[in-house]
């Protein structure tokens, strides 16, 4: 006799072997259909090369060609678009043929009625009678499956609230047609599925979650009424995985309005964004834009080396209170109240030349601005200047169409530029020679004043980098910084000009004192834009992204408690600067509390060292207690390196050893690679293909590792609390394993007398000797 458990587990097996069955048949026929459409592009596409080739130049048959070439486009986009969405089709039945869904809600829309099964998937499954056999994971009905415990429910739909009776949960792992596992449970997802997932050995890139998205994450991945969403989440908690998710919702959400095009991400570099760049194409959506901050600055400020977070953080390991000051709120504010107060006088405008003498001068520029009626905003006024000597420009050319070096031009031209220049008018048209000349004169004066039209429409009668330097010699600079350093860091900016190189502190504040005066450089098109680790930038970064992104809603996600440059920062008080540096309508804030990455023991390390760590929740998964070896010498150090990495190798599928910087990796490297085959890993990098990677602890940021090996941490290294951040972020990279190396004496981030002690395995080899 079968027992009712086995007897549901067969019936489920023959319902996913139906479905897989389904599946084959589907892609065998879309299959054919891909290579069908394939063909006709082919054919419409030789069609149009054809069709567009004849008739050109005889001129009767232009526009009878014309007609001809506006069907023959919207032919080959229309074929294009139909093996788009064959293409898609068959992309989404070879996603749902390896799994084809993971859960099933059993519901009960009213008390009386009958007990519906619906199965949750990636995508939705229509069979021929237009019955679901798989809902979408997005879809209203399914966040009952993530959000609901048995009993009543509330789920909300495009018509309103909806209340169901959840009557039964279960959670399946199939693979490649069979069920190797469920669950019923009653949870949001039960753990024990989690479990397994969180067990297994890390992968290259990041994975989706969607099988098992927690109920606080979803509250992530579904909210459509935010214009700011901030996400506070401790280390490993899965906000880079619900920020993913996230955008996949959207894609679905506003599929008719939104392209995925049209959402931004900042990254911390390279190494991340090619990190998480499976997880979108695994739900079957394309990727969003990424972009870091110092490659987004220097597109802006083009022609200027913007330095990067990377460097920022080579370069120096804290912030100065200049740095700190920079990227405050209160800069801004102060950037605004300059400009608003700035009188044309004090307004850096510049010459504009021509043939190397000065054709408008400083002075025509600032009394036309300073004539200006004052109230007018900046950007109106910057308009109504350029109007001004767009006017001034038209009526000198005339003048100069009479000057000795037009008439030179002319003299000299060849009878090919002649002929050019005559082009676009009819010979005829001209009474005498005369008028000829006349003609020509006046377009080549145009035409060689064409470099002053460009100086004019591109704002090159305004030196914005001499008015930021104008704006620090005013600005009130505050008590904890010095007027000899600061004007030092002016001398700095100076002459970093000079070599076309800007610091990353400076960027922003530049960026928005020159786009708020000029009031150019917005983007529309941008509608979601998301900023993970959020906690490495500046609020002054923020609110220039603010006003250049005006339509863009604001998806912020990071960890105080990570800042790699900044103090460790309580997740309140960074929220609240938040809110009154971005002022939105709609704002939410969600905390996540639970830490998925690490073992149990791992997180209880790590939150051990945090002031308030024990507000972080680990995960219920067991492991091996972190070791600190602590040895005399830098000798013994590499000698146990060498050790505990081979041990390492034993058990797991990736080891990164993490320094504090790229020297301190570079010279770790030298002492690995004979014995292994170990990788250097450096900031232009996108690949983490090694058995043995050793890295920057700025690199690994929002990486994970099977094994984590942290190098030296001794107090030479991370003197003071300062560093409070690194240590916590370093310790927070591994899943199952972590190992810390130091020479004594050890960092006093990790108090050993305090409850850390107890959380980890101490191999004191400093105290035997
Ligand atoms: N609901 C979930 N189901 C399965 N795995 C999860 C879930 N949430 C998080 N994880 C796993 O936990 C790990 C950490 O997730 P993620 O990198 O998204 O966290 P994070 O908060 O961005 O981390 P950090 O800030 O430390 O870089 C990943 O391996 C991710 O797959």
Avoid at 63 to 84: C, F, G, Y
Avoid at 245 to 268: C, E, G, K, M, V
Avoid at 282 to 287: D, H, T
């Amino acid at each position: 006799m079968l027992s009712n458990a086995k007897k549901e587990e067969q019936q489920e097996q023959h319902r996913i072997t139906t479905i897989s069955k389904l599946l084959k048949a589907k892609i065998k026929t879309v299959k054919l259909q891909v290579k069908a459409a394939a063909t006709e592009l082919q054919r419409v596409q030789k069609n149009y090369g054809i069709n567009t080739s004849v008739n050109y130049l005889e001129a009767d048959d232009r526009i009878e060609t014309k007609a001809d070439l506006q069907q023959q486009r919207s032919l080959v986009n229309k074929v294009v678009e139909d093996e788009k969405i064959v293409k898609n089709q068959l992309q989404t039945y070879q996603l749902l043929e390896k799994s084809p869904y993971f859960g099933r809600i059993d519901i009960k829309n009213s008390p009386t009625s009958l007990p519906e099964a619906l199965y949750i998937g990636t995508a939705s499954l229509i069979d021929d009678q237009g019955q679901f056999l798989i809902h979408d994971w997005r879809a209203p009905i399914a966040s009952v499956y993530y959000n609901g415990t048995l009993g009543t429910v509330t789920y909300q739909t495009p018509a309103g609230d909806q209340t169901v009776e959840l009557i039964k949960k279960r959670q399946f792992k199939i693979r490649n047609g069979r069920l190797l596992n469920m669950f019923d449970t009653n949870e949001t997802v039960g753990d024990e599925l989690l479990q397994t997932e969180l067990g297994a050995q890390s992968s290259e890139n990041l994975r989706n979650i969607v099988a098992t998205i927690q109920r606080e994450q979803n509250a992530i991945i579904r909210d459509t009424k935010s214009d700011l969403l901030v996400v506070q989440g401790v280390a490993g908690s899965g906000k880079t995985s619900a920020l993913l998710q996230r955008i996949a919702f959207l894609l679905y959400h506003s599929r008719t309005t939104l392209a995925a095009n049209q959402i931004l991400l900042f990254s911390p570099n390279r190494l991340f964004s090619n990190y998480i760049s499976e997880v979108l194409p695994s739900l079957g959506e394309k990727n969003m834009r990424q972009v870091t901050i110092a490659e987004f600055f220097q597109r802006r400020l083009n022609g200027f080396k913007v330095q990067t977070i990377f460097n920022r953080f080579e370069t120096a390991e804290h912030p100065t209170a200049i740095t700190t000051f920079k990227g405050s709120r209160e800069f801004i504010t102060a950037i605004e109240t300059y400009l608003q107060r700035c009188s044309s006088q004090n307004l850096v405008f510049l010459d504009i030349y021509f043939h190397g003498e000065v054709y408008f001068t400083r002075s025509t520029i600032t009394k036309i601005y300073a004539a200006l009626p004052i109230n007018l905003p900046f950007r109106e006024k910057i308009v109504a200047t350029k109007n001004h000597l767009i006017k001034k420009l038209q009526r000198r050319s005339r003048q100069d169409a009479h000057s000795s070096w037009a008439e030179e031009i002319l003299n000299t031209l060849s009878d090919e530029d002649y002929h050019e220049l005559l082009a676009e008018t009819e010979h005829e048209e001209f009474d005498s020679f005369a008028a000829e000349q006349e003609y020509l004169l006046l377009r080549i004066a145009r035409r060689e004043l064409r470099i002053v039209y460009d100086a004019i429409y591109n704002n090159r009668f305004w030196d914005a980098a001499s008015q930021y330097i104008d704006f620090l010699h005013h600005v009130t600079i505050p008590n904890n910084v010095t007027r000899l350093d600061w004007d030092k860091t002016i001398h700095d900016f100076q002459e970093r000009l000079e070599f076309h190189q800007i610091h990353l502190e400076d960027a922003a504040p530049l960026l928005y004192l020159r786009d708020r005066f000029l009031g150019s450089h917005r983007n529309q098109s941008i509608k979601y834009l998301f900023i993970d680790e959020v906690q490495d930038y500046a609020i002054a970064e923020l609110m220039y992204l603010k006003m250049i992104f005006q339509h863009a809603k604001f998806n912020l996600i990071g960890d105080s408690e990570q800042a790699l440059f900044r103090d460790v920062e309580p997740a309140k008080q960074l929220l609240q600067e938040l809110k009154q540096a971005l002022p939105v309508k709609h704002e939410r804030l969600i905390e996540l509390r639970r830490a998925y990455r690490s073992t149990s023991p791992i997180t209880k390390f790590a939150s051990s060292l945090l002031p308030d760590g024990d507000q972080i929740k680990p995960f219920n998964r067991s492991g091996t207690l972190p070791e600190i070896y602590i040895e005399p010498s830098y000798n013994d150090l590499e000698k146990r390196l060498i050790k505990v990495v081979s041990a390492d190798l034993n058990q797991s599928d990736s080891v990164a050893v993490i320094t504090k910087n790229q020297e301190q990796a570079a010279t770790v490297w030298q002492t690995l690679r004979s014995h292994f085959d170990a990788h250097l890993i450096s900031d232009d990098q996108r690949s983490l293909a090694h058995d043995v990677i050793v890295l920057p602890i700025y690199l690994a940021k929002g990486l994970e590792f099977d094994a984590v090996i942290g190098w030296d941490l001794s107090k030479k290294n991370y003197p003071d609390h300062h560093s409070l951040g690194i240590v916590y972020t370093m310790a927070t990279r591994a899943m199952h394993t972590l190992t810390l190396l130091t020479r004594a004496p050890i960092t006093p981030v990790i108090n050993l007398q305090t409850s850390t002690g107890s959380f980890v395995k101490i191999f004191n080899k400093h105290k035997k000797n």
